[in-house]
């Protein structure tokens, strides 16, 4: 991506409103030219692939971990990742604590929210988020920062039902923090519907292929 077109996308993305790059499948070329012109923020969805870049990456780059995590790949993370956006169970959550615990560190996680109609898309309802974040308020995971939700939208044309998934993780968000005042972010937007999401309150948008180019897998 060219300077202008980089600096364009970021004027249209409000002060509050963070753009993560998500540079899966994308070579270490790719993200060292975007890094070049600024970008900091870069979002992996596998652990491998994550490993197999960040050593050849500058040390202040921001790894935001945003897949399907696997809990026996947590201990590969623990060292180094900026944010975990997609934790979606408490067992999971579980493990982190215990590696972060281990590791002597902190770690920022966001909790994932099912907001599409599509069963293929992971995440936790309101009904699991509650007793989950009563026990960390309680102390159940030690080293734990949880810093807000993230969401996936469905997949579709209609804007209407994004707009509407994308508003129901920001009531959802709403409620939980008059009792949780520590969910501040909401993940949320990608490359076809981020201004959607920005509409809607997003804080961190992920965004691959506007950046990146399209995949191919
Ligand atoms: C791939 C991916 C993105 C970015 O998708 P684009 O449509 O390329 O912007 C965002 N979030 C998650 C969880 C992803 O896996």
């Not at 600096?7 to 270490?28: D, G």
């Not at 520590?182 to 506007?210: K, P, V």
Request: glycine letters at 6%.
């Amino acid at each position: 991506m060219q300077q202008e077109r980089y600096n364009a996308l970021l004027q249209s993305i409000p002060a509050h409103c963070k753009l993560i790059a998500v540079s899966k499948t994308k070579s270490v070329q790719d993200i060292q030219a975007l890094y070049k012109l600024g970008q900091r923020d870069f979002g992996e969805n596998k652990v491998q692939e994550l490993l197999g870049k960040k050593d050849h990456l500058p040390a202040d780059v921001r790894w935001h971990m945003i897949g399907n995590l696997q809990r026996n790949k947590v201990k590969y993370l623990t060292d180094f990742i900026h944010l975990i956006h997609s934790v979606e169970s408490s067992k999971l959550l579980k493990e982190i604590s215990k590696q972060a615990v281990k590791s002597n560190n902190n770690i920022a996680v966001l909790l994932q929210v099912k907001i599409a109609r599509e069963e293929s898309k992971e995440g936790m309802s309101v009904t699991e988020l509650e007793p989950l974040l009563q026990d960390f308020d309680n102390g159940k995971y030690p080293n734990i920062i949880i810093k807000g939700l993230m969401g996936m939208a469905t997949f579709t044309e209609d804007e209407a039902i994004v707009s509407e998934e994308f508003a129901r993780l920001r009531e959802i968000r709403d409620g939980l923090q008059q009792a949780h005042p520590y969910l501040e972010e909401l993940s949320m937007g990608m490359s076809g519907d981020y201004s959607l999401a920005i509409e809607q309150g997003s804080t961190m948008l992920r965004i691959g292929s506007l950046l990146f180019g399209a995949r191919d897998y």
